[in-house]
């Protein structure tokens, strides 16, 4: 299996597809409603601040993209940490709902609506694992 490096175009797009073909996600998400944008900061390896769109309605993933700087974007969801921490969710070292708790990773959004769907979060990580991710 070939590597996606991490960040990438081509990671981005891996990302959205691997959430669509994940068969435990569309169930465990079909009364999701809200996109969400991940705000990867700098740390470790990563020297300037990535963003990314992720488009999440009924269970499917509308469409991911890499957001230029400058941008302006308005999503439902914002998630935002240090790229180190993203990654510890990455590799399963801890789920997104323990990091968001112990404020490895912050979420602005309707966090009740959030834990009524903490499956579809997880799946949504485990998605990354159908993959292979090069790491910076």
Sequence with gaps: MKKVKILTEEWVEAFGNAINQNPDYKPSALTWE????LVIEPSG??????????????????GTRLVPEGEEINTEYVMAGPYDNFVS??????????AIMAGKLRLEGDMAKLMRHTKAALEIVNSLGSFETEYL
């Design 89 to 98: 969710v990455m590799k399963k070292e801890i789920d997104p709902i323990r």
């Design 34 to 37: 809200g996109d969400m944008l």
């Design 45 to 62: 390896n990563l020297d300037h601040e990535v963003r990314i769109f992720v488009g999440l309605h009924h269970g499917e993933c509308t």
